[in-house]
């Protein structure tokens, strides 16, 4: 008994399961698009702020590039590139 019990306490997630999907980690980038000056992150920056390894913000950044709403500026910089953050665009919270 005291083996499951430990078993199930080393099962336990420290954050909801939502708090990692991309749904909501793009909510929170956006937030930090909104933010930023002239729309420019630093994509190591974000990864710490968020939380997260920086494989999920480039799954993030890969999406908005091919739909053409940001643009890579260096290796770790990307810039919004379509004027202002569309309203609305992280849904509702």
Known sequence: M???QTFTETLKVTKPRF?????YLTRKFM???????DGVLD???VATTLGVRKR???DITNVLDGIHLIQKRSK???QW???QV???????K
């Open 81 to 83: 590139v379509t004027g």
């Open 86 to 92: 569309i309203l609305g665009i992280t849904g509702p």
């Open 31 to 37: 937030d930090l698009v909104k933010t930023a000056p």
């Open 43 to 45: 994509l190591n920056e």
């Open 76 to 78: 770790n910089l990307i």
């Open 56 to 58: 999920r913000v480039y």
């Open 2 to 4: 005291i083996q499951c």
């Open 19 to 23: 708090d990692a999907s991309l749904v």
